[in-house]
């Protein structure tokens, strides 16, 4: 979100301020649509970041105790602490489609909509 709202064009907010653009209008007009791309790609990396550190956290061990959650990390940690590849192949072809359903679906659009109609 910094390096989109440092990459906006000087002329353009100095265009804002010769118009008199100020609060929602400045925000729909000239802020939201110049840092849109830098905001899907926070919005992709914090996804990502946070996706893999509840998949993590799903399994903690802290002085010989374990707490569990109920979900893919935990079916992925069972499955390699067993050694069952076939499970455990399974467990990452879920996770790789999931990501790759998601990146299809929600980013790919978003990324598609920043290029066509939020383009300085």
Do not use: C, Q
């Not at 359903?101 to 920043?114: E, H, M, Q, T, V």
């Amino acid at each position: 979100m910094v390096a989109g709202a440092t990459a906006l064009p000087g002329d353009l907010k100095e265009a804002a301020r010769a118009y008199r653009l100020k609060g929602l209008l400045l925000w729909r007009r000239l802020l939201l649509p110049g840092v849109f791309p830098y905001l899907v790609t926070g919005l992709v990396t914090a996804s990502g970041g946070t996706w893999n550190a509840s998949i993590v956290a799903e399994v903690v061990s802290w002085h010989g105790r374990t707490l569990e959650a109920t979900g893919l990390g935990a079916y992925i940690a069972k499955a390699t602490e067993a050694g069952d590849g076939g499970r455990l192949l399974l467990g990452i072809l879920a996770m790789s489609g999931f990501v790759l359903l998601l990146n299809r679906f929600l980013w790919r659009r978003l990324y598609r909509l920043a290029e066509e109609r939020f383009r300085l």
